[in-house]
């Protein structure tokens, strides 16, 4: 079971959309690779830097409403991927970006509003902020500073095992002749 945890990287805004995620003018390129370098780019958000410790560090990110709405494409979850990024958390996700993550093997949570409030009201101004999901429970735990909060998750079997898996490609090969 590949494991889910890793550093936070918080983006508070809502409406974050796949042209901030990675700017079209890369959607040219060819390799994956090429589109990592240039992951939140065009991303305005006060305090935010792809410079930043927070940034290149983090494996996790939370996020507010209807986050990856815009174009679709499946360049934006391939860009979080190629930064070294497996788990994004939002209220809510643009329907096209959120089965692009599970079909990348990437995990997309979807948590209340309520819950996303709590985490960036307890969290997002301490330092070192770390989240392990426990996919056998769905649950996930928020950590930092000696504090932790454990909110639960929903997920359909056809997305986890996309997850599990590591993409719809592993899935396939698993599963099909």
Not at 59 to 85: D, K, Q
Not at 123 to 144: F, H, K
Request: hydrophobic letters at 40%; proline letters at 2%.
């Amino acid at each position: 079971m590949r494991k889910f945890e890793g550093k936070v990287l918080f983006l508070d805004r809502s409406d974050i959309n796949t042209d901030e995620i990675i700017p079209a003018k890369y959607l040219t390129e060819i390799e994956k690779s090429a589109l990592g370098p240039h992951l939140l780019e065009d991303l305005n958000l006060e305090g935010f830097s792809t410079d930043s410790d927070e940034f290149k560090q983090s494996s996790v990110a939370i996020t507010r409403a209807n986050f990856g709405c815009g174009s679709s494409r499946e360049h934006a979850p391939w860009a979080f991927a190629e930064c070294g990024y497996h788990t994004i958390i939002a209220s809510g996700f643009a329907r096209i970006f959120r089965q692009n993550m599970f079909n990348g093997g990437l995990l997309a949570i979807e948590l209340t509003e309520a819950d996303i409030e709590k985490i960036f009201n307890k969290y997002s101004s301490c330092q070192d902020v770390t989240v392990a999901v426990d996919m056998d429970s769905s649950t996930l735990t928020v950590s930092a500073d000696d504090q932790k909060s454990t909110f639960e998750f929903v997920i359909s079997g056809f997305d986890r095992a996309l997850v599990e898996a590591g993409g719809w490609l592993e899935y396939a090969d698993e599963n099909y002749d």
